[in-house]
């Protein structure tokens, strides 16, 4: 008897963290990602493998397939959500940042603006800028032909640019952005929040209709810091972590893991808050998620 696994088995594993990443950008949500991972576990064991050539693609393949299935579900579910939809933090390592094109496209920021493509342009998008599939490829994926794949990225690269965040801030003034911000959250300082916060900065904050939360968003910087400001009065504790690729703040409170703040900052302030409080998308913060490309 061996504990070593069957080549088939070994080669879905050896691909697994790639798979939860296509799955969980297609999506936003890691349950959703996971429950599709076993959708294509169970198909991929009826496959013969010994008649797979390249077996990434025919991987991404499934789980492309699998994706868009469920998205467009997920879709319909969504228009009647309460407040504001956010996708699930992830917590995940320092080192997913130092892969700039991968934290950009895993960010609360961008699967935002993804969720505003159709499902196949999401697909689309995601398998060529992201993971760098050929068109081929993706026409496999999506049952399109590559030339209108081709058309299909180039409308939906069209899409992303024009509602991306213009400019991005440098790693070291994200940083220097968060410590200053949660300094002035922990003392209730709303003059610092005044200061490290855009005039136009956004809050949106997702509680799913199951624990409070505003139902729509919060724009302003007098308004955002005023609202933040009350936080040290709630007795919440606040602690730095990396959500989603990014720098973020997590707030327990009463032991209890309450909420997570992620952030988009431009040069030296912050222009987007996303405060994640359904309890149901919370369970990914106790341990990191390997994202890979």
Known sequence: MTDHPDPATAAFLAHR?????????????????????????????????????????????????????RLRTLGRRRESYVGPWLPEPLLTA???????????????????????LTPTERAVFVLREVFDLSYDEIAAAVDKSALAVRQIAHRARSHVAARRPRAVASP?????????????VETGDLQALLNVLSPDVVLLTDGGGIVRAALIPIIGATPV?????????????IRPAHVNGHPALIVD??????????????ASRITGLYAVRNPHKLSRLDHETTLLR
């Open 225 to 237: 810091a005023t609202l933040l400001a009350r936080l040290p009065a709630t007795g919440g504790t």
């Open 94 to 116: 320092p080192d997913v940042a130092e892969d700039v094109e991968l934290a950009d496209s895993v960010s609360m920021a961008m699967l935002l603006v993804l969720e505003t």
């Open 253 to 266: 409170r009463d032991g209890e893991l309450d909420t997570v703040l992620a952030l988009r900052a431009d």
């Open 172 to 184: 070291t003034q994200t940083r220097d952005a968060l410590a200053a911000f949660q300094r002035a």
């Open 17 to 69: 963290n790639l798979l939860f990443t296509v799955a969980y950008e297609m999506l936003g949500s890691a349950v959703d990602a996971e429950d599709v991972l076993q959708e294509t576990w169970l198909q991929w064991t009826g496959v013969d493998f010994d008649t797979v050539r390249e077996v990434r693609p025919f991987l991404v393949r499934i789980t492309t397939r699998q994706a868009l299935t």
